[in-house]
């Protein structure tokens, strides 16, 4: 079967070329097409063992099937010049921790802290009663917010040098009950080299800076929640 495949930044540079087709076998995998690959361009096999790989516009595991007519886009960590990756991502579908988790590990990475949040069903009211939560529909300023996802790493990486790939990802659109709303995965080489701590400051970073708004879907109608927040000189990026 015949496959779409789209090269960015190093890897388009080394292949010297940008997008091609690729012919695999019937139920081949997303590794299946990387080794192909990798027979037909040698240049790529450094590359290659730290690509991104995305399956028609979205993140993909190796063991992941492969269509007739898939797009594969090959591209290096998404990152701001630091030496290990960093993923600022609005997806409007449910993903991957796991995925996260490998695109920010290298061979050197000892531990991974993750924060992850996830749609409340029920919420305790003040009255003692409880308030029940259908789903959540979250809407973003995109790209502002990915921009501000952006400083939030670099503010991490200035407080803890020694964190290595980082990944900040915030759904949008419409969440039932149990999905992942938010992921912070900040890896390191050691549990003590401030993977906890940037973990932490990275989620609380968000909920100050990142324009993102969530309403609540109930049983009463629907309640955009707001903060209280209000930005400050310093949250400027320079």
Partial sequence: MKLSVLLFATLKDAAGQRKFALEVAEESTVADARREI?????ALQAHLET???????EFASPE??????????LFPPVSGGAPYAEIVWLP????????LIRQITT???GAVCVFSGMVRGETSAKDGGVLRTAALNYEAYEMMALEKMRQVIAEIRSQWPLVQGVAVVQ?????QVGENTIVIACASGHRDQGCFEAARYGIDRLKQIVPVWKQEVGTDGNTWVEGHYQPTEQDRRS
Wanted: charged letters at 30%.
């Fill in 92 to 99: 409007d579908a449910p993903f991957s921790t796991d995925d």
């Fill in 38 to 42: 990798a027979a037909r361009f040698p």
């Fill in 107 to 109: 061979p050197d990475t």
């Fill in 51 to 57: 690509a991104i790989i995305a399956v028609n516009r």
């Fill in 171 to 175: 759904r949008v659109g419409h969440l």
């Fill in 64 to 73: 992941d099937l492969l269509h007739a007519d898939d797009e594969l886009a």
